[in-house]
């Protein structure tokens, strides 16, 4: 997918009801949200709002993914999605940080709940 592709995609998903709700159904639109945003190399931008004029996404539509009761989950995904593949792992420390990963993945294995669900 090209950036312009991403872009839409973001929009549609932060556009839908279960991206604002609390659940597993919005708890996969934010993971989505965010694999799109890490994968497409767009952290940077979405935190300096270079796409809401054009598609209506930013700072505060990623912010959500992270604020919604359930950001140990969307970490959680997103560290497992990089221990499973190291592009992505190599995404993921592009967007955040070292630093930052390192403390999620810490963060991470120190709540690991045996009943939680699988996102990938």
């Known amino acids: 997918m090209n950036a ?3 872009l839409k995609r973001l929009k549609a998903i932060a556009q839908t009801k279960a991206f604002n709700n ?3 159904a919005g ?4 993971i989505e949200f965010v694999t799109h945003v890490v ?3 767009l952290w940077r931008d979405m935190v300096a709002y270079v796409y809401y004029d054009s598609h209506g996404v930013g700072e505060r539509t990623l912010d959500t993914c992270f604020e919604m009761f359930d950001s ?7 560290i497992e999605k990089a221990n499973k593949c190291e592009g992505f792992k190599n995404l993921l420390i592009e967007a955040i940080g070292k630093e930052s ?4 993945t810490i963060a991470n294995m120190a709540n690991q709940d045996p009943d939680s669900f699988v996102l990938f």
Not at 27 to 30: G, L, N, Q, V, Y
Not at 72 to 78: C, D, Q, T, Y
């Open 22 to 24: 609390i659940g597993i």
């Open 27 to 30: 708890t996969k639109k934010r």
């Open 101 to 104: 990963f390192n403390s999620w």
């Open 72 to 78: 140990e989950h969307v970490v959680a995904a997103l």
């Open 4 to 6: 312009n592709e991403i």
């Open 39 to 41: 994968e497409g190399k």
